[in-house]
């Protein structure tokens, strides 16, 4: 699946193109533009980054159809929205999981230079039963950083291009 994040003008809606590998194009609206690294992108650096297999970009991937999507183009597969509210109940638990671990990577991103000691305090105060290993928080914060200097860089008009990853098994462990 890849995903476009257009650079558009200040205060508009923003969206992303989904382009889903079955062919099918979504636009995925969220939030305001603006200089700000979009929501959007900061759940998926942080998904595909930890390797959730789970969370809402994989559950978007495997032909979840959101609220806020907007069919573009490409033939819907037969069955598409019953297929897609069976994912939604399947994905429901572990999208909040996932919301919490890409909450915990950005408060990461916001630290100059993160200690293996501070990332453990986080995680202990915002997903104390969890077990998470620190340095992949911190390896996924750095990318989310890098993310967010390209995005600051872009002109209205420009954007920023992520593929998420069709073979779980490709993606980077967490």
Same mark, same amino acid.
């Given at each position: 699946?890849?995903?476009?994040?257009?650079?558009?003008?200040?205060?508009?809606?923003?969206?992303?193109?989904?382009?889903?590998?079955?062919?099918?194009? $979504?636009?995925? $609206?969220?939030?305001? =533009?603006?200089?700000?690294?979009?929501?959007? +992108?900061?759940?998926?650096? &942080?998904?595909?980054?930890?390797?959730?297999?789970?969370? #809402?970009? =994989?559950? +978007?991937?495997?032909?979840?159809?959101?609220?806020?999507?907007?069919?573009?183009?490409?033939? !819907?597969?037969?069955?598409?929205?019953?297929?897609?509210?069976?994912?939604?109940?399947?994905? &429901?638990?572990?999208?909040? !999981?996932?919301?919490?671990?890409?909450?915990?990577?950005?408060? #990461?991103?916001?630290?100059? !230079?993160?200690?293996t000691g501070q990332i453990r305090?986080? #995680?202990?105060?915002r997903l104390p039963d969890a077990?998470?290993?620190?340095?992949? +928080?911190? /390896?996924? /914060?750095?990318?989310?950083?890098?993310? &967010?200097?390209r995005w600051a860089r872009l002109?209205?008009?420009?954007?920023?291009? $992520?593929?998420?990853?069709?073979?779980? =098994? !490709?993606?980077?462990?967490?």
């Amino acid at each position: 699946m890849r995903v476009t994040f257009p650079r558009l003008p200040d205060s508009q809606y923003a969206y992303a193109l989904v382009e889903r590998d079955d062919g099918v194009r $979504y636009r995925l $609206y969220g939030g305001t =533009a603006g200089p700000q690294l979009p929501h959007d +992108i900061r759940h998926l650096v &942080a998904e595909r980054e930890l390797g959730i297999t789970d969370g #809402v970009w =994989a559950g +978007i991937a495997a032909g979840v159809v959101l609220a806020s999507m907007q069919h573009v183009s490409g033939r !819907r597969p037969l069955h598409a929205a019953e297929v897609s509210r069976e994912l939604i109940r399947k994905f &429901a638990g572990p999208w909040l !999981r996932a919301e919490l671990l890409a909450n915990l990577v950005e408060s #990461v991103a916001v630290l100059d !230079r993160p200690t293996t000691g501070q990332i453990r305090r986080l #995680v202990k105060t915002r997903l104390p039963d969890a077990d998470v290993d620190p340095a992949a +928080i911190g /390896a996924a /914060a750095t990318v989310m950083q890098v993310e &967010a200097a390209r995005w600051a860089r872009l002109r209205v008009g420009e954007e920023l291009c $992520y593929d998420w990853p069709s073979d779980p =098994a !490709r993606r980077r462990a967490g």
